[in-house]
């Protein structure tokens, strides 16, 4: 319970995603994530982000603890039926994976497989019940069971909306946290004085709030972003700097760093870096927090 122990104690945890692989070839994946284990407090491994077909989030999960890697596996709406969530949980934890962390899941329409029908059996706020369901001992039938597990629950928040949008947001913190979720996980951020509003009326609710740091990879993610994500703001500066750079992958780096220090100055618990795909950058960026 490495997480959690950061948590209690009030120290930063840091957070990464590492994507399973596209197959079975796992050599990849672990190599990345033994190379930083020792700054890296837990791995979240994605249920198939962006609807994109690949390893499952258990699977993926289970060789990094066999590997002496802590964990968060993500538990995903879109894919599986009651039934099978609930197996998977049970069979997690069995495992020796104490971290999840309940999200909805992107549309099939963005992924690999279009003709793929979502699932979505139980929506987040019957996911969260299910795992509290199950930590008290019953499944959602009310049948007792054979041992219980004793989750670390996360989920995710939107951090970057505004007025009613926001509102509703923070009324949503409020439920996940009364639903048993204890750290939530931001959508990308790349100016904090953006989400001020946001982080005003979370810090009345009781939930750890971890912003996540993206790596970019190019000018042309970066504009993406700014002209198609409303919700996510790019400043115009970083924009600028990045335009300017001679070495813009080496400056995507430097950014991320220094973006992951400033969420760590500014005494949040923690940082979720998504390398998106730049998993072997991980280590750079991390260097000197």
């Known amino acids: 319970m490495h997480l959690k122990r950061k948590f209690d104690t009030g120290e930063f945890a840091i957070i990464a995603e590492m994507e399973p692989p596209k197959g079975v070839d796992i050599s990849k994946m672990v190599a990345g994530a033994a190379k930083v284990k020792h700054k890296v407090d837990a791995f979240i491994v994605p249920e198939m982000s962006s609807a994109v077909m690949r390893m499952s989030a258990l699977g993926g999960a289970m060789v990094l603890q066999k590997n002496g890697i ?29 971290n999840v962390m309940a999200v909805t899941g992107e549309d099939p329409g963005f992924g690999d497989h279009h003709q793929t029908k979502p699932v979505y059996d ?17 499944d959602m039938a ?44 931001t959508s990308p951020i790349f100016d904090l004085k953006a989400i001020e509003p946001f982080l005003e009326k979370a810090a009345k ?9 993206l790596l970019l990879k ?6 993406y972003i700014q002209q198609n994500m409303k919700h996510i703001r790019i400043p115009p500066e970083l924009l ?19 973006m992951v220090l400033k969420v760590k100055e500014e005494g ?9 795909g730049w998993e072997h950058k991980l280590s750079d960026v991390l260097e000197g927090i």
Do not use: H, W
């Open 70 to 98: 802590n964990t968060v596996m993500q538990v995903c709406c879109r894919d599986r039926n009651r039934l099978a969530l609930q197996a998977d949980l049970l069979s997690a934890y069995a495992c020796g994976i104490f």
């Open 122 to 138: 139980i929506d987040l706020t019957g996911l969260l019940k299910a795992i509290q369901n199950l930590q008290n001992g019953r």
């Open 142 to 185: 009310g049948i007792d069971l054979a041992g219980k597990p004793s989750f670390l629950v996360g989920s995710t928040v939107n951090a970057g909306l505004e007025g009613d949008e926001l509102e509703k947001e923070i009324g949503e913190i409020n439920r996940k946290f009364e639903a048993g979720v204890r750290f939530l996980i």
């Open 205 to 213: 609710t009781q939930a750890r709030i971890i912003p996540t740091v």
């Open 218 to 223: 190019s000018v042309g993610m970066a504009r």
């Open 240 to 258: 600028t700097r990045l335009q300017r750079a001679p070495d813009k992958p080496g400056e995507c780096v430097k950014i991320a760093g220094e």
């Open 268 to 276: 949040f618990s923690g940082v979720n870096i998504s390398p998106m």
